[in-house]
């Protein structure tokens, strides 16, 4: 794997953190919000510098998409530095960061069940630019229990080359295994 690391930590600092990603799905369970806590972590600026991201749940079984997490690298001041040190305030400090909350309240029909298999990712994409997200990067993967993970990012000051395009696809079914 070859990363161009401008704004980040080294390759094997990032790959070590992807790699305990399930270690800390498992070891912290119980924590409210554990899919918003993953998708900060993997998105601030020392692993992808996403300047935003967001991940949603759509059940096509219940007619529902729902925003389950959301990132902008400017709200990164509500919470701690270290998010894993203390991981059950994350979801008390991120009251406060608009964008995350946005996406929470997120809620409609589910584009799986309502949309032509040919414009799910037109109907994703729109929902991205209705949330402000600016040249947005989707990545879906089908969940337990007929639902579908939707990953959407938006690059930041590091462009994202075609590893990271591979990295963020498994990010998208890790993040299934914190809302499923």
């Given amino acids: ?50 300047k935003r991201a967001s991940y949603l749940i759509d059940n096509p079984e219940f007619d529902c998409l729902r925003g389950v997490a959301g ?16 991981p059950h305030s994350f979801a008390h400090d991120m009251r406060e960061a608009a964008f995350h909350n946005r996406l929470l309240q997120l809620e409609q029909r589910s584009i799986k069940r309502n949309t032509k298999a040919s414009n799910h990712l037109d109907d994703v994409r729109n929902i991205a630019m209705d949330l ?3 040249n947005p990067w989707v990545y879906a993967k089908d969940l337990r229990h007929g639902n579908h ?19 963020l696809a498994h990010i998208s079914s890790i993040l299934g295994l914190c809302h499923a």
Wanted: glycine letters at 6%; proline letters at 1%; charged letters at 25%.
């Fill in 132 to 134: 402000g997200m600016v």
């Fill in 149 to 167: 993970g939707i990953l959407i990012v938006e690059e930041g000051v590091k462009r994202l080359d075609e590893d990271d395009h591979e990295l």
């Fill in 71 to 86: 990132y902008v690298d400017s709200e990164c001041k509500h919470h701690q530095h270290d998010m894993w040190t203390t």
């Fill in 1 to 50: 794997m070859r990363r161009n690391v401008e704004a980040g930590n080294s390759e094997q600092e990032l790959l070590s953190m992807l790699l305990d990603l399930p270690n800390k799905i498992l070891n912290h369970h119980e924590v409210d919000g554990l899919a918003q806590l993953i998708l900060h972590d993997v998105a601030h600026e020392n692993h992808f510098g996403l």
